[in-house]
């Protein structure tokens, strides 16, 4: 089951933002890799293909991305401890899957939700912290980025998992 979880995980979250960028370079996998480590480097991955996206997606002079990009690099550390906070929902969900009771299902969508609304907090934050760097539109230009990217990865993890029973 364990092997299902990360072929899940890997599937969701790395597919969808690879396929934004045909030209992204991504890790394999090695089969001599634990399963932590595999988890880790598809968030490593997922982070570069993030970053990638963003500057694509991104006009900002030099002045502006010297400050900008050390704010981003801090905002994806948050955001990672979020992402890790919902692999191990999904992980405990999968490998309980056959015998899942009304309140662990419950527990997994409440985890859902939870992470929802923790990273709608944090792109509140940052939105205004960007502002600090970045004129408005370009401010709300990279939550915007952001948000598509994250609603892509969540829309490729919810397809793979199945519903509760």
């Known amino acids: 089951m364990r092997k299902f979880v990360f ?20 890790s394999a996998p090695s089969a001599q890799m634990t399963p932590d480590q595999v988890m880790d480097q598809l968030r490593s991955d997922l982070q ?4 990638d996206i963003m500057a694509k997606g991104m006009t900002l002079d030099a002045d502006q991305a010297a400050k900008f990009w050390p704010l981003y690099e801090q905002f994806q550390q948050e955001q990672d401890a979020i992402i890790r906070e919902q692999l191990k929902a999904v992980e405990a969900y999968a490998q309980n899957y056959a015998t899942l009771t009304d309140a662990e299902s419950l527990a997994f969508v409440n985890a859902q939700l939870a992470r929802d609304q923790k990273m709608h907090d944090l792109r509140v934050k940052w939105l205004a912290k960007f502002q600090t760097v970045l004129p408005a539109g370009q401010a709300a230009r990279a939550i915007q980025l952001d948000r598509r990217i994250g609603n ?9 998992i199945p519903l509760v029973h």
């Open 48 to 51: 570069a293909t993030r970053a």
């Open 7 to 26: 072929a899940l995980v890997a599937t969701a979250f790395a597919a969808p933002a690879f396929a934004q960028d045909a030209t992204a370079s991504q």
């Open 152 to 160: 892509v990865a969540q829309v490729g993890l919810s397809a793979q």
